[in-house]
């Protein structure tokens, strides 16, 4: 791996793996559709007119109908139900669920008939990642914070469903476009929700928050989608995903480090039964097709 390619790894690693610290720091003043509506309007202010710029937007539009699908399984109801989560659940903790999301997106891709066979290596894979959330959910989380691990369920089923659905209907178009169209979507999408939910908020938010909503749009949404273009170029589309099984050490460490959350044993083997899965269900021993490695990676981030 050139020294490129490194600093093209690191720094998406951590735009991937922080953005459950983050998420946990602003819901602290702003109700989720609220902390939702922010993050997307000022990523789609970040990503609309670059995309414009490289003419990606018009041949999106002319395909509202499933980009606004996409952007509601992938965006406007797992984005919700994570920031709702993470009221309750510690921000590490959460990133370790939402690592299972390429062990269920191998699920998907199975029932729709467009993954092959996982083989026995898969299916132990689909095992060890199954057993290391029951670790997760049934020994390190508390009863009372089971639905809030629903919700993560949730988000993790959308982050599956949504690289299947542009595999199927928006592999031709520009990736760029798609992102842009998609938080413009729904930002629009949620500005009536927060008018007739919570509302505004009546003061600004502190400081922390302010900086964690713009780091949420900035860097862990609009500049991870650019470092993750980048990457793909320089490793290609395999090497360069295999960045998810790293994003969960990040939250973790960030949990940790900035905001005194704990690790217990069952933390540490949920998190090496859940990686060990994801990475055997998408290393099968056969090389997989191009189709067969989409779900492991998605084109928005957490």
Same mark, same amino acid.
């Given at each position: 791996?050139?020294r490129r390619? +490194?600093?093209?790894?690191a720094?998406?690693?951590?735009? =991937?793996g922080?953005?459950?610290?983050l ?6 003043e702003?109700?989720p559709?609220?902390?939702v509506?922010?993050? @997307? ?5 970040l990503l ?8 990606q ?10 980009v606004?699908a996409? *952007? ?7 984005? %919700?139900f994570?920031?709702? $989560?993470?009221?309750?659940l510690? +921000?590490?903790t /959460?990133?370790?669920?939402i *690592? $299972?999301?390429?062990?269920v997106?191998?699920?998907v891709?199975?029932v729709?008939?467009?993954?092959e066979? &996982?083989g026995?290596?898969g299916?132990?894979?689909?095992a060890?990642g199954t057993?290391?959330?029951a670790?997760?959910v ?5 009863g ?5 691990v629903?919700e993560?369920g949730?988000v ?8 299947a659905?542009l595999a ?14 998609s938080?413009t979507?729904?930002?629009?999408l949620?500005v009536?929700v927060?008018?007739l939910?919570?509302? &505004?908020?009546?003061?600004?938010? +502190? /400081?922390?928050?302010l900086?964690?909503? *713009? ?9 991870? %989608?650019?470092?993750?273009?980048a990457?793909?170029?320089e490793?290609?589309?395999?090497r !360069?995903? +295999?960045?998810?099984?790293v994003n969960?050490?990040? !939250?973790?460490?960030a949990g940790?480090?900035? &905001?005194?959350e704990r690790?217990? @044993? =069952?933390t540490?083997l949920? %998190? *090496?039964l859940?990686l060990?899965?994801? %990475?055997?269900v /998408?290393?099968p021993a056969r090389?997989?097709s191009?189709?067969?490695v989409?779900?492991?990676?998605r /084109?928005?981030?957490?």
């Open positions: 791996m050139s390619a +490194s600093l093209l790894f720094a998406l690693a951590v735009a =991937w922080i953005p459950y610290l998420i946990k720091v602003a819901g602290v702003l109700a559709s609220t902390l509506l922010a993050r @997307t309007a000022l990523a789609a202010v609309l007119p670059l995309a414009l710029l490289r003419g937007v018009g041949p999106v539009l002319r395909r509202w109908r499933p606004l996409y *952007a509601v399984v992938e965006i406007v109801v797992p984005w %919700f994570l920031a709702r $989560a993470e009221q309750e510690p +921000s590490s /959460t990133g370790l669920l *690592a $299972a999301v390429p062990l997106a191998v699920l891709a199975l729709t008939g467009r993954a066979r &996982l026995g290596r299916w132990l894979g689909l060890a057993a290391g959330v670790a997760l049934g020994l390190d989380v508390r009372s914070d089971l639905g809030a629903a993560v949730v993790v089923l959308g982050y599956a469903i949504g690289p659905l199927r209907w928006l592999g031709d178009v520009g990736g760029l476009g798609v992102m842009a169209v938080v979507m729904s930002a629009l949620y009536p927060v008018l939910g919570p509302g &505004l908020p009546t003061a600004l938010p +502190s /400081t922390r928050v900086l964690s909503v *713009a780091v949420l749009a900035a860097v862990c949404t609009a500049a991870a %989608f650019l470092l993750l273009f990457l793909v170029g490793l290609g589309p395999v !360069a995903l +295999s960045v998810v099984y969960p050490l990040v !939250a973790i460490l940790v480090t900035l &905001l005194g690790i217990s @044993t =069952w540490v949920g %998190f *090496a859940v060990a899965g994801s %990475f055997l /998408t290393r090389a997989r191009a189709e067969g989409v779900p492991a990676g /084109t928005v981030t957490p």
